[in-house]
Every structure is written in structure tokens, then in C-alpha cells.
């Protein structure tokens, strides 16, 4: 992981977070932008970004894309428990209740609002998941 904060613009700070995933720095983006008590988590995928490997099934992937989204947000001080908003990107519709069963079981307690889009396809054509989530920093 590593971090890169902008102070450009007062006492507020923006801090970046990436995974170290190839694409981030190929394609210029962050994984994680911490702002004020907010986290924006980048559309994410089933990789395991030491590997680089993906899985085969959608499940699988999504599996993948939540462990990697959980660590993410602990490395910029967030929780699970903070996501007040995701967005599911599935490939096939024969794999969204497969997708929505793992968010489902990651998410059953705290509900978030969520959409779920089945789209054309992904960037790589392997990839049958993407998930992006917005977090509130819980005070209390």
C-alpha cells in the first residue's frame, strides 16, 4: 500500500491510498481518496493484487473484491461498517445473485444503498465483477 497526501488548498487533507495493482499507476487513479469523512473506493475487482491472479467465478471474484476493499479502507482508517453507498458491476446476469449472495453475506448488517448494473463487459474480459463503494467515517 502506499500513501500520498495533497494539502493543496488549506487544513483540509486529501489522502490517496493505492494497492500497489499495476493499473492504478498505468491508468492514473487511487484505490482509496480519503476527503474530510468521506472515502471514495475506485471500482474494484476479484484480482488479489499480490498475485495478480484472478479467479474463475464470479462469486469468487467477488469475494476477492470485498477482501481487497475491507483492507483498503482499514489502511485510511474507514470500516465496512462506514460504506454508506456501492455500486455492483456484473458481466452476466447469470452471475448477479452468485455476486449479490457474497455482497449480501458481507453486507447484511449494514445495508448500504446499492445498485446493481449488468454490463457489456469489463476492461479485461475475465473480469465478470467490479465494485466501487463510498464511505462515511462513523463519530458515533
Not at 44 to 61: I, N, R, V
Not at 84 to 94: D, E, G, I, L, M
Not at 99 to 108: F, S, T
Request: glycine content about 10%; aromatic content about 8%; some cysteine.
Amino acid at each position: 500500500m502506499s500513501r500520498d497526501n495533497d494539502n493543496a488548498g488549506g487544513a483540509r487533507s486529501r489522502r490517496r491510498i493505492s494497492t500497489g495493482s499495476p493499473f492504478e499507476n498505468a491508468w492514473g487513479y487511487s484505490r482509496l481518496v480519503v476527503d474530510g469523512p468521506f472515502a471514495f473506493v475506485a471500482g474494484t475487482t476479484g484480482y488479489d493484487y499480490a498475485t495478480m491472479l484472478l479467479p474463475e467465478s464470479a462469486a469468487e471474484q467477488a469475494r476477492n473484491a470485498w477482501a481487497t476493499i475491507g483492507k483498503i479502507l482499514r489502511e485510511g482508517g474507514f470500516a465496512l461498517e462506514d460504506i454508506v453507498r456501492a455500486t455492483y458491476y456484473v458481466t452476466s446476469r447469470n452471475d448477479a445473485r452468485a455476486v449479490l449472495d457474497v455482497c449480501g453475506a458481507v453486507l447484511a448488517g449494514i445495508r448500504p444503498a446499492a445498485t446493481v448494473l449488468i454490463v457489456a463487459g469489463l476492461i479485461e474480459p475475465e473480469m465478470k465483477v467490479e465494485i466501487e463503494v463510498t464511505a462515511l467515517r462513523n463519530h458515533g
